[in-house]
């Protein structure tokens, strides 16, 4: 890319960061130091604020690189990711968001623990958040990276490493220094900008064919290099009985998998109410929903505009296929406009990971502070009284934890993101979702709305799906054994999906059953009542 793509898309990537720096500093200076402050922002958020953050969380570098680069790529077959993040919030719409809303305080510990024990409850629902988290963020990384590098031509492994080292740094800055607050507004500025660039070039694509789609797929189809191939179903998943399961263990990820992921579930808490909770999901229903539906024509446009051959040159995983038709559609490389609006779409893209990376990194940190740490710390046995200095002091001591788990957990992405550099973004996502549904989801369903659930029945469903669906990965073609993997010279490749979800997310389930039957408890049947009652009046709710 020539010095001005760089100059200009580099003072675009400043701005924003220098905006969203001085809106956390800002809101450091007026927060009050509370757990309910940091976590939730203090529930003072509208449903329309809150249906724009959940939005700029959800529109991750996954869908705005990823999905566009896989269906520039393999066509059909890619917009299986398109439809499946859109069709999940059905899910959440209908069995999550208001439930949640009334029965937790801050994470998804909240809402189990409720009728359980608390302490194994909240370490086994806390370690799930933090591995559903550091799947996501690691694929955050790799989009950081892979910008930079089409920023900067492509040459240097060394550049992409820093920015992934930067990236860390700043969302580590975000959550410490903002909590929720600042989170969110960032995510909503994100959300605005994403949804004007994305708005923005639909139409110059739509432009280009004079508004008649069926050019723009035949063109699309031609330009592949895959012929009417590339506008049927199987291309990418169908070239035998593996990539056919592959392809139903994704589905299954991608439509259960929303409902688990801790970042999601935690913006339920920033709103007042459980009625402004609902209504924050259909605002972002209707953003997503418009979102989705135009990354499918960005991604048709860039195999139709650039070329399914650039595109695979510039990132064999697609995550260039969106700036590179910016490029073209602005006039090609050196011009004013290309120069212009490759920028924009890439600064855009960049707050986009900026956004996303700082809800996850919330959500992790607060999962490790407030069910990891303060179970750890509680006693057995509940104290009669407490002084009343310490019963501020706990949760001001949490929120110090907080902060240093955000660091923490950054560490561990940035390593990870370094060795995953070469991995479609949308598909380390995917990862992320499979890990969501098997390990949270079972447990949030059967908490809600199973009378006899019993503690240990919700800690094997957390470990059930957890454990096998992390091993499952690590023993997949995606680790080694194939020459995409992330250590493509060793192979000890044992499962044959790319995608857990087909076989973890089932064990989680069951897992959460065998535990129950095999229990030797009663389940508290005054719990379960008051856990109803809350969930589908709001009675009660914190």
Known sequence: MSGDHQTLALLLFSAFVAVTLGMTTWVSRHRHGSAEEFYTGGRLFSPMENGFAIAGDYMSAASFLGISGLIALFGYDGMLYSVGFLVAWLVVLLLVAELVRNCGRFTLADVVAARMRERPVRIAAGTSSVAVSVFYLVAQMVGAGSLVALL??????????WTVIGVGALMVVYVTLGGMRATTWIQIVKAVLLMAGTVALTVL???RFHGDLGALLTTAAERSGHGKEFLSPGLAYGGGWTARFDFISLGLALVLGTAGLPHILSRFYTVPTARAARRSVVWSIGLIGGFYLMTIVLGFGAAAVVGTDEVRASSAAGNTAVPLLALDLGGGAGSTGGTVLFAVVAAVAFATILAVVAGITLASSAAVAHDLYASLKRPRTRPRAKPRAKQHAKPRGEVAVARLAAAGIGAVAIVLGLLARDLNVAFLVGLAFAVAASANLPVLLYSLFWRNFTTRGAVWS??????????LVVF?????????AIFPSLDFQVFPLQNPGLVSIPLG?????????LSGERADEAKHAECEVRSLTGAGAV
């Open 205 to 207: 694509v739509l432009l």
């Open 462 to 471: 957390v470990y059930g799906g957890l454990v096998p669906a992390v091993l």
């Open 509 to 517: 389930f069951l897992a959460g059953w065998i535990g129950t039957v």
């Open 152 to 161: 900067l031509g492509g040459t240097s492994e060394a550049a992409r490493s």
């Open 476 to 484: 997949s073609p995606v680790v080694s054994g194939s020459p995409e």
